[in-house]
């Protein structure tokens, strides 16, 4: 099994995924959080990918090799239309400190749709577990994604007092 996992990077979500992933034969696990130390330890053998949502949220893949990447084709661009209206209405939210040009807003979509794509399809994602609602730009177009690939998509929202 090959599953995304999102904002699980805090200690009480840690044993959370652990426990769900538990008895699972994984082989891939991409894991976006900021506290690398509070992700969950896998099997050995699971390739385990880690990315930053703090660079995620600002369209930033820093050690991507955009070549080795399968471009967009214009199927994937045209049924996606409704996902990149509301992203670059959502990106919006991160150009009140600081201007963000439509050039630069369309450009963040595009390399969030190119790279999801790619993922989901190079690593054959069975399953993505969110912590809450997409909400951050890069996880709505992911999310946008496996809705139209059929791949499911859980939210755990958790609330502690």
């Known amino acids: 099994m090959n599953i995304i996992l999102k904002a699980f990077d805090d200690y009480m979500s840690k044993h959370l995924v652990e426990s769900c992933i538990e008895g699972l034969s994984l082989e891939t696990c991409i894991s976006i959080g900021d506290a690398p130390d ?6 050995e053998g699971v390739e385990h990918i880690t990315l930053s949502a703090q660079a995620l949220r600002a369209g930033q893949y820093p050690d991507v090799q955009w070549s080795d990447l399968k471009p967009l084709d214009e199927e994937l661009i045209e049924s ?3 996902c990149e209206a509301v992203f670059l209405k959502m990106v919006g939210r991160y150009a009140i400190y600081r201007d963000m040009p439509y ?5 963040q979509y595009r390399r969030h749709l190119r790279y999801w794509n790619h993922m989901l399809e190079e690593k054959q994602i069975d399953l993505v577990l969110m912590k809450t609602i997409p909400h951050q730009c890069y996880d709505f177009v992911l999310w946008y994604l496996c809705k139209l690939k059929g791949i499911p998509t859980l939210y755990m929202s958790l609330f502690f007092a």
């Open 38 to 43: 509070q992700l969950p330890d896998l099997d």
């Open 103 to 107: 050039h630069e807003r369309k450009r």
């Open 80 to 82: 996606m239309q409704h």
